[in-house]
């Protein structure tokens, strides 16, 4: 990385990066994928009291806990934001999150619409929030069905809540409809690169500049 005089300007202040979405719009395929690609990004692992899917991994999907664990843990202030969604809890353990950020790294979440209400309310300067919105109701109900995960009326109940969650479209920074999941990824992943290069949240730039400065006054 381009350094004058001992100066980085490669130093950044860590963003929380805000992926939501109805269920089966694609957004734990885009999650994987920004966390694959892009260098510098961690994983808000989240706890919840739902059962385990199969397939999903524990500690790594999800930390999954019983209520009176989750009550403890919000009790205690430990999440950073929580909510409930379809009958079970979900939250965000603040430790993990803090960690990252502090050590100059973004952090991914994948939570719902009211997590993202908490997160911008804490936090709104280092919140990035974009909305995947599927291309068609008939696309949504295809993929949650491909998924294969649910049983079918689990798949109704999800499907007739998406429209409540679509609704909260317009409280996000950005949009991105997932018609294709490579062309959403690169819209995803530009916008993530456009974010990171905010002046404000590149903290070495004035000491930077002020090298650059010195060398061209020699
Ligand atoms: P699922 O049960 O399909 O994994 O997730 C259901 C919904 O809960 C998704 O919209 C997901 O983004 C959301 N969710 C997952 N973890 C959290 C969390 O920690 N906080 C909030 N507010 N929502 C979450």
Redesign the pocket.
């Known amino acids: 990385m381009a350094s004058v005089g001992g100066s980085k300007n490669n130093e950044r202040r860590g963003l929380m990066f805000v992926l939501?979405s109805p269920?089966g719009a694609g957004k734990t395929t885009l999650s994987r994928m920004l966390l694959d690609k892009m260098p510098g990004m961690k994983l808000s692992v989240?706890v919840?009291t739902?059962a385990k899917r199969p397939g999903e991994v524990d500690g790594k999907d999800y930390r999954f806990i019983d209520k009176a664990a989750f009550d403890a843990m919000a009790k205690k202030g430990e999440l950073l934001?929580?909510?409930t969604?379809?009958d079970h809890h979900?939250?965000?353990p603040r430790g993990p999150v803090e960690a990252a950020l502090g050590g100059g790294e973004d952090v991914l979440f994948?939570?719902?619409w009211?997590?993202t209400q908490q997160l911008r309310e804490k936090a709104r300067d280092d919140v990035v929030s974009v909305f995947i919105l599927p291309p068609s109701a008939a696309d949504l109900e295809k993929r949650l069905h491909t998924r294969a995960q649910d049983s079918d009326s689990v798949i109704a109940g999800r499907m007739s809540r998406a429209s409540h969650e679509l609704s909260h479209w317009a409280e996000y920074d950005y949009v991105v409809t997932n018609s294709d999941i490579d062309t959403a990824y690169a819209e995803v992943a530009t916008i993530l690169k456009a974010e990171r290069l905010k002046r404000e949240r590149q903290t070495g730039l004035s000491a930077f500049v002020r090298d650059l400065q010195k060398q061209l006054a020699k």
């Open positions: 939501s269920s989240s919840t739902r934001e929580f909510a969604v379809f979900y939250g965000t994948d939570i719902d009211q997590g």
